[in-house]
């Protein structure tokens, strides 16, 4: 059974871009949600989607947004980016909401 | 707002040593997990607890409800576990809130 894909693994990118990260989630499992990982701050939660539906909504600027597609495969885009948007982005895929999560191994976006 | 706490933030043992990793936090949660990543970034699920005590092979990890408060225990550890060791916490609908993380290195 095919693991949470994420595509791709690394991006540099430079100030003031946009970038689109994708994950497709194990089959089956219809709740991705995504995170930002730094050094600084650990691991914080971006947004959560079920059935096409942001279900949650982690702390972050407007600059940040995502969509989930029918067969439940997953984009985040980041416009205007900033040197702190530097990290690895990870997406995680679930049965349902609030049930075990499984981790991709996550796409390291370097802003330069 | 959840706030998860773990202890020690890093651990270096002998291989074949004992090891025990906490977690606390400060709210009810409906689950507790147990997380994994080594060098380069993926993630592995370890556990997801609610109640009690789980074990799969050299890992045990516990949860006392009342004391807020679990454990991740390796036996026997070995080289190959050393890695960064998260908790993660949820409660209801609301999204997972992580730990800082554990750094562990065995050395052999």
């Known amino acids: 059974k095919a693991g949470v894909t994420q595509t791709p693994r690394y991006l540099i990118k430079t100030r003031g871009q946009q970038v689109t990260l994708s994950c497709s989630p194990i089959?089956?499992?219809?709740?991705v949600s995504w995170y930002q990982q730094t050094p600084g701050q650990g691991l914080q939660f971006l947004f959560e989607?079920?059935?096409?539906?942001?279900?949650n909504k982690g702390n972050f600027p407007g600059r940040f947004s995502g969509r989930q597609f029918s067969n439940s495969r997953s984009e985040m885009n980041v416009s205007t980016l900033e040197l702190g948007d530097s990290a690895l982005y990870l997406c995680?895929?679930?049965?349902?909401?609030?049930?075990?999560?499984?981790f991709g191994q996550g796409t390291r976006l370097t802003v330069v | 707002k959840n706030e998860v706490e773990q202890s020690p933030q890093n651990l270096t043992a002998q291989e074949g040593e004992f090891i025990t990793i906490n977690c606390s936090y400060s709210v009810g949660i409906s689950a507790l997990h147990w997380l994994q990543q080594h060098p380069g970034g993926g993630i592995v699920s370890l556990f997801m607890?609610?109640?009690g005590k789980k074990k799969h092979g050299r890992l045990i990890a516990t949860i006392n409800i009342q004391e807020k408060h679990s454990s991740l225990h390796i036996t026997a550890s070995h080289p190959r576990d050393s890695a960064v060791y998260i908790c993660a916490v949820n409660s209801g609908n609301t999204p997972l809130v992580f730990g800082k993380g554990t750094r562990l290195s065995v050395i052999a």
């Open positions: 089959s089956g499992h219809r709740s």
């Open positions: 989607y079920f059935s096409e539906t942001q279900r």
């Open positions: 607890l609610s109640s």
């Open positions: 995680a895929s679930s049965l349902q909401m609030n049930t075990e999560a499984f």
